[in-house]
């Protein structure tokens, strides 16, 4: 294989702005002609309902359904899938699971309220959902961790109703999504994926329960599909493409940072995998790392057309650069592997997860750290969050006035509601105002 061209830049350069826009600017523009078909499947599914669902899925996933009773996977296929689980793997997923819950615990909100001097209690009271729908991809690759990702927090939440759906290209199910799903506590499952699963979670169907908000991450389909029934159901966020962004001192062994790279370049080949050092001889040599391992590699040409088409490698003159251009890129992944990264932590504002030290890899957080891998991309980390257990959850305000408080409250109400000449909202008020 021969070496791979990546993508280099330098902070101190005229052009450096452009070139980094240019570089993180996702151009997956929406796509009408998607758009149109998810729109027809949504509306085909809400008129024909499991009929629709078995004719797409059969259509799209080559399976041979012809009854929507054959489109669960009934409790005992989980039950049996973490039965004859292998032992080092049905270990793994419960040491991921009983870490991920952990750490969920700690962000479980709390209602609260306080009592004002006449009397009025304000408060919030915080539930959980009723219902969520958990999408599970099952096309080019299974996902069994995104399952416990999702599952575990809307568990520790308290969701009433876990429904997920999975696609079983051939009609093939992964066993290791099915085991996760029984060691998550997933309550029903059912065999369908794509628009149509979309489209039955948030419209529901004679088989498919209708949910209160759908998660997990899926292709372009599923992508768009979310965000055309956001409103009927809620969303959790919509996913582009894996990144990881990597801040180096040129102390770190220059194979791991070209492993740590390909760890997110593998996803796929949009993926986005970017290093910044200020030594540009470490830089050099984390190349030549990444072309003498690469031929190595499973999904070696994934790996390389990533790293040629989106990766780059960023030279800054201080680690104080290096976190000026991390806030501009907000990564969903971030290693600060350095001496000392509590310093440079001070300065990032924007990212979905950070991983801090040399020994930190990515991939720890992808799978059993604790902290959720579900996080924000595409630069949303300026104003969004990882995935938790506060998506599964609601706030709910109280308000019950005393005597005193209404009649108070109810003069100051009553002057801001004529002042927007919303007469019967100030007489509402006027009404409990003492004489």
Known sequence: ??????????????????????????????????????????????????????????????????????????????????EQLPAEQAHALKTAAERIRAYAEHQLMESWQ???ADGTLLGQRVTPLDSVGLYVPGGKAAYPSSVLMNAVPAKVAGVGELVMVVPT??????????????????DRAFAIGGAQAVAALAYGTATVPAVAKIVGP???????????????????????????????????????????????????????????????DFLAAVENSINALLPTMERAEIIGTSLSTRGALIKVNNLDEAAEVANRIAPEHLELSVENP????????????????????????????????????SGTARFSSPLGVYDFQKRTSLINCSQTGASNLGKTASVLARGESLTAHARSAEYRIKG
């Open 1 to 82: 294989m021969s070496s791979i061209k990546i993508t280099k830049l330098d902070r101190s350069s005229a052009y450096f702005d452009q070139q980094l826009h240019d570089l993180i600017t996702w151009n997956e523009a929406d796509d009408r002609d998607i758009q149109h078909r998810v729109l027809d499947i949504i509306a085909d599914v809400r008129q024909k309902g499991d009929q629709a669902v078995i004719d797409y899925t059969n259509r799209f996933d080559h399976t041979n359904f012809s009854h929507p009773s054959e489109l669960e996977l009934g409790k005992d296929t989980l039950k049996t899938a973490w």
């Open 114 to 116: 306080y009592t004002e």
């Open 169 to 186: 290209p051939n009609g093939e199910t992964n066993e290791l999504v099915l085991a996760a799903a029984y060691l998550a506590g997933v």
């Open 218 to 280: 899926g292709n372009i389909y599923v992508a768009t599909a979310k965000k055309l029934v956001f409103g009927q159901v809620g969303i959790d966020m919509i996913a582009g493409p894996s990144e990881i962004l990597i801040i180096c001192d040129g102390l770190t062994n220059p194979d791991w940072i070209a492993m740590d790279l390909f760890s997110q370049a593998e996803h796929d080949e949009n993926a986005q995998s970017i290093l910044i050092s200020n030594d540009a």
């Open 342 to 377: 509590e310093a440079v932590l001070k300065n990032i504002r924007h990212a979905g997860a950070i991983f801090m030290g040399r020994y930190t890899a990515e991939a720890l957080g992808d799978y059993c750290a604790g902290p959720n891998h579900v996080l924000p991309t």
